[in-house]
């Protein structure tokens, strides 16, 4: 998959692509960064890429030229482009999930008071949210859609089932995680996960899970349980004892 950045900062980029997961996923060529940066576009002196908006108001709006040249230069035109927005659709399993089927796609990150909308409207982008709150800039929101776009693609996760087993794309928080030691300062491992009883532990977790997605998302718990699901006696028992929880 080959996802092209187009920002003002590229620099803040290498310790996210280059490290960790996604570095190991780039140096198996599953996926390609490339950054580009929208100042080797611009036509100033200075690498001007900004400047005040008709109509007046508080701060500078990127220009549209660097933008379009930097979009002619990864080839936009035939590519879905993302602009990292607060204005956006709120980034969700289902977004994350759409663009993890496609080839690539290219990501603008605004700054200042965003970008000049004749970019948006010409490149036909789609305006993505991480949330309700504002940054700085849109490279932030950029790592987060990049990262979790890559671990949806096969090979990048060492278990292939760990990413759609997780939080949200099962339509349930995850259930809580224990490792080595056994006991810490007085803290034990649940019993039932040392055992080695497969079935029960399997239980357990979705017990765990239920319960925490009913009690910290309980919009996500009333779309689980609106759903139809391929559940087990033993699971479906388990969730109607769930639901019969007050709270």
């Known amino acids: 998959m080959r996802i092209d950045v187009l920002t003002l900062f590229p620099e803040m980029f290498g310790p996210v692509i280059g490290g960790s997961i996604l570095g190991r996923a780039a140096e198996k060529g599953i996926i390609d960064v490339r950054l580009t940066d929208i100042r080797d576009f611009s036509n100033d002196k200075h690498n001007k890429a900004d400047d005040y908006p008709f109509g007046g108001g508080g701060g500078m709006v990127m220009m549209p030229d660097p933008i379009f040249g930097a979009m002619e230069s990864v080839g936009a035109a035939d590519r879905k ?17 759409e663009l993890s089927e496609m080839d690539g796609f290219v990501i603008l ?47 990048v996760l060492g278990n292939e089932n760990s990413a759609l087993e997780e939080s949200v794309y099962s339509g349930l928080l995850e259930h809580p995680q224990y490792t080595k030691p056994r006991e810490y300062r007085g803290l034990r491992v649940p019993e039932v996960l040392l055992n080695g ?28 349980i609106g759903q139809e699901h391929e559940l087990s006696k033993d699971e479906r028992k388990v969730l109607e004892e769930i639901m019969k929880i007050e709270g």
Request: charge should be negative.
């Open 81 to 97: 482009v993302i602009y990292m927005s607060p204005r956006g659709k709120i980034l969700d399993a289902e977004k994350i999930r």
């Open 109 to 155: 990150c605004g700054h200042y008071e965003g970008v000049d909308q004749r970019v948006l409207d010409y490149w036909d982008a789609e305006e993505v949210s991480i949330g309700d709150y504002v940054l700085t800039g849109g490279e932030l929101p950029a790592m987060v859609l990049i990262d979790s776009v890559a671990r949806l693609l096969p090979d």
């Open 197 to 224: 009883n497969h079935k029960l532990i399997d239980l357990w977790k979705f017990r765990q899970a239920l319960l925490l997605t009913k009690e910290r998302r309980p919009d996500m718990f009333r779309d689980f």
